[in-house]
């Protein structure tokens, strides 16, 4: 199997500032699998704190599309994504935001709900896209 390990910055920065034991994409033949991420803010780094659930998924997804035009692919190219989030009260607007995203021929996609995360944020979306 060939696999690469793709750097994104400066996500992969911000993932050994908390010491993740994982890669921001991998690339495998004409397959990138996206990590999910928390909400980043872009100017310092650190997870976004207080911010709305709509916020907090337009950096996820705002993130994913880094992540995925540096592995040379793009968000018309995702074929699932996987959505974790801590309330299915949030479904609603999460799937609004989602929709802006992918606002036509959407990829397969599920919605699951976590009990909590390692830090102070409500959701992370992965994702699998050809190149």
Known sequence: MNRQMIRVEPLSSYLE????PTSAATRSGDTIYVSGFPPFDPDTGDVIEG??????AELV????????????SSLENVLKCNVY?????KFAAVN???GRYF???PPAR??????????PFDIEIDCVAAV
């Open 61 to 72: 997804l705002e993130q994913m599309k880094l992540c995925l035009e540096t592995a040379g």
């Open 96 to 98: 609004a935001v989602y």
């Open 17 to 20: 500032r908390w010491k993740a």
């Open 51 to 56: 911010a709305s659930i709509e916020r907090q």
């Open 85 to 89: 989030c801590t309330s299915v009260e």
């Open 110 to 119: 599920i919605f699951v709900c976590v009990p909590a995360w390692p830090g």
């Open 103 to 105: 606002p036509s021929d």
